[in-house]
């Protein structure tokens, strides 16, 4: 304990660069010391007031979650301002994280969360089927209510079972108009195919049954250990990647990552840039391939998705975009290189955005930076698959990139998101 005594004496001198170096050199790099270490902050907190170390839960193993649950349980449905008043800003922090994680923890408890504040913890819900749907309800059908209308709606969306999604579009808004292209444009016209999309659960109602926007099989891309070295070398202490997200176990499956394009971008008329190649569908993907994936790196900064049309060996054409931009600098391609893909394990399934957390993927739902954007195919006018997402990490591109996928008509969507 003396030397987890001396670490927090670094943190209450505001010391924090050699606070964050011991952080990371020392007890992150150990996850025994770092559930050890986290343990401790949580003893200490109503004296230490100290924040910082919640991210050391993604360098604890999952089976530590339900002793870390159980020092958080005073912060349980409390707001950040009452956390910090009551000394358990720590616990109130790490409760959001394993609400993302390990949301089956919370579920006994939903009744207690709910009464003490409807805003808090909404992702505890997650996977939770019917088990509060009754008290839900009670609320949507309490006109005096109301301003709680949304969040009611949104843990139906999380419980993620079909009862959940039915409530959701029963008290919901009416969806009365959809985007489609008609004559080529994009238009705002009316709901005749009784279609309704719940967002946040990646779900749409269409020919008279519920289905997923996205492929439940998930794999995270693993990264080379020689090009996460190289970044470690270089990055700032609380920028380094090494948390569990970044060391998974790979399968047999490679992908080719990154590099310069072929397809070309036809609206700075540059090259495009080579996110990644899909040669074989792995287990659980039931779409065609090969599939290249190119975008531009610059032109993709519009708020609109970078369509493309793949021939049958997977080669893409880039559509031309409604908007030019003038160029200010020449971005670099990603660095090229060959990922292994891993298995998304449990706690890692659905994810909160971080800037140092792996949210490079294949499958599994979004991560959404601004909110859920849903794209629709332009040829058959269909909501597409959410397929994969890149994120920060071994290449700064200070964005998630969102690829859609129409295995019917073949086209590809890229669109990115900015904090």
Known sequence: MTEFIRVLDLYAQKRYDEFEMILTQEIKSDRAKAFEFLKYC???????KIVTPHELIYYVSPDRFIEIFAFCLPALGLNYKEAER????LQHYLLEHLSWQAPGLFHTHLENIWEKSVDELAQAWQDSGEIHHTRLVECLEDESRASEHRQALLRLELSNCVAGFELARQYGKPQDTIWMVVDDEWKNVPNTQGLYLLETAGVEFRDGSWHRLYNTASYHFKFPEEALEAHNSQANEHMKLNDDSWKLTSTADTIRYGGVGSAGCPICERESHHLFTLKTAPAGFDITTPIVFESCLYCMMSSRPMYAHHDDSGRPTIEPSYQVFERTYEPKPLQEMTVSLSQTPDRFYRQEWSGVQNLSRLGGPATWIQ?????????CNKRMLF??????????IHTTIYIFWCNSCRISAVLNTYT
Do not use: A, K, V
């Open 42 to 48: 949580l003893q200490s907190s109503g004296s230490t």
């Open 86 to 89: 009551s000394g358990i800003s």
């Open 387 to 396: 397929l994969s997402q890149l994120g920060d990490g071994i290449d700064y």
């Open 371 to 379: 909110g859920p954007e849903h794209e629709i195919c332009p040829s």
